[in-house]
């Protein structure tokens, strides 16, 4: 008769080679366990920093064809510490969640000044409030319901980020089917402005 296989609940397991105050560990072990270790935090610095780059990337994008498509914004939105930014999301600890959410919100912000097209610098602080508020109310919706599913304009998002960074056909169509979903000809204008700078001017060299 076989022996029943012991049940170990994942709080009550040890890491091999971890720091324990009653075990000790051979120094392979040890070694072991530091080399994973490294190799654990350098993915994960290089994931931030990917999402950092094409954070500042997008956001590029998106005020370089805004200056021709919608100037109010353009001047509203310009960034002029991209190197700055970068550091800061590269550095933290959520830099997907971070740079999404910076994304997400510059979409808001886009859509209120594309919708209401300013036309008076006086006018741009209502705007920008506006679109603001919007955001906000996204954010507090996935807060109150613990959302894990992802809003339609997170979505386009995220996926614009990636569209940027790898500009794959199957992104686009993703996108796409979503701003159809969304019904906003503003924000479809955006990413298709977006779309002719990574396909064409950015791989030609031009886009810079």
């Known amino acids: 008769m076989t022996a029943l296989k012991q049940k170990h609940h994942s709080h009550m397991r040890v890491i ?19 080399k994973r270790e490294k190799k654990r935090k350098a993915c ?15 956001l590029g994008l998106m005020q370089k064809v805004a200056r021709a498509i ?22 933290s600890h959520e830099a997907e969640t971070y740079s999404t959410d ?15 097209n300013p036309q008076r610098l006086q006018d741009y602080n209502k705007v920008l409030m506006k679109g603001e508020d919007e955001y906000i109310a996204f954010y507090k919706e996935r807060e109150e319901n613990h959302l894990d ?3 339609g304009l ?3 998002a995220k996926k614009m980020m990636l569209y940027v960074a790898t500009s794959e056909a199957e992104l686009f169509l993703e996108i796409n089917e979503k701003l159809i979903q969304y019904q906003d000809e503003k924000l479809t204008q955006l ?10 001017l950015k791989q030609s060299g031009h886009g810079q």
């Open 149 to 151: 599913k992802v809003s």
């Open 102 to 116: 910076i994304i997400e919100r510059e979409l808001c912000i886009y859509k209120s000044f594309a919708h209401l």
């Open 44 to 58: 994960i610095e290089q994931k931030s920093l990917f999402f950092a780059n094409i954070c500042v990337e997008t």
């Open 191 to 200: 990413f298709y402005n977006i779309t002719i700078h990574v396909n064409f």
């Open 70 to 91: 919608n100037p109010a914004f353009y001047f509203e939105r310009l960034v002029p510490h991209y190197e700055a930014l970068r550091n800061v999301i590269s550095n």
């Open 154 to 156: 997170r979505f386009i």
């Open 16 to 34: 091999k080679g971890g720091n324990h105050p009653k075990k000790k560990f051979s120094k392979k072990s040890k070694f072991y366990f530091l």
